[in-house]
């Protein structure tokens, strides 16, 4: 049973289903819980309007809601959404955009993130002189191109035998790679996905590879 506070409200985090991003905080009573269920939609309530608001209705930033969680003391909400734009009036993706502290851990898979949400960035804002939007501007056959290109140079770098100029390139081709993929509207989150199902199930995998290759033949 969810436990309401005195005024009725009980917190719901929102968060993206895909790339986990929280992304804003708000407060639900009982109404807008049963509108979000019925409508598939984030519906709230507004402390300082007293009143319902329903998300997107006037920016058309809808979030489409995929799954409803709540937490251990049952008087908190995890909603994830598939957002439809910004869930901030700011503009910005998520509301919480600002740090009071911030010690990272740039591992690989934040490095990738934080690169490929930039291009996003790029492709939805774009800046002026920017090489990214250049890519964008000339379209899937460039974007190809340069990815064709930065491989043959991973080549010749592995066949020259140079441990720096391979990670240079490399680092090219990551770049190229998610250029398509935002491009495509691929998140990193498919990737993850489709690399946990091989090693999950390699067997499965081999299979599948086997039956695709033998149809291409």
Not at 54 to 61: D, F, I, L, R, V
Not at 125 to 152: A, Q, W
Not at 182 to 204: C, G, H, M, S, W
Request: proline share 2%; aromatic share 8%.
């Amino acid at each position: 049973m969810l436990k309401f506070d005195e005024r009725g409200l009980i917190p719901a985090i929102i968060q993206d289903c895909k790339t986990k991003e929280v992304l804003m905080m708000a407060y639900m009573n009982e109404e807008s819980l049963k509108l979000t269920l019925e409508k598939g939609e984030t519906f709230f309530f507004s402390r300082s309007r007293k009143k319902l608001w329903h998300k997107g209705e006037t920016s058309g930033n809808i979030q489409k809601v995929k799954k409803i969680s709540y937490d251990c003391d049952e008087d908190t909400l995890l909603i994830e959404v598939e957002a439809a734009g910004p869930a901030c009036h700011t503009g910005h993706i998520s509301c919480f955009y600002r740090d009071i502290l911030n010690i990272e851990n740039d591992n690989i898979a934040n490095i990738l993130e934080k690169v490929y949400q930039r291009i996003k960035d790029r492709k939805e804002n774009p800046l002026e002189g920017s090489y990214t939007n250049y890519l964008f501007d000339k379209g899937i056959n460039k974007i190809l191109k340069k990815i064709g290109e930065e491989s043959t140079e991973i080549v010749i770098a592995a066949k020259e035998d140079s441990k720096e100029e391979i990670i240079y390139e490399t680092a090219d081709l990551l770049y190229h790679i998610m250029v398509m993929m935002v491009e495509k509207d691929i998140l990193f989150q498919d990737i993850y996905t489709e690399l946990a199902k091989r090693f999950n199930a390699p067997e499965e995998f081999k299979k599948e590879h086997k039956k695709k290759k033998e149809a291409s033949e």
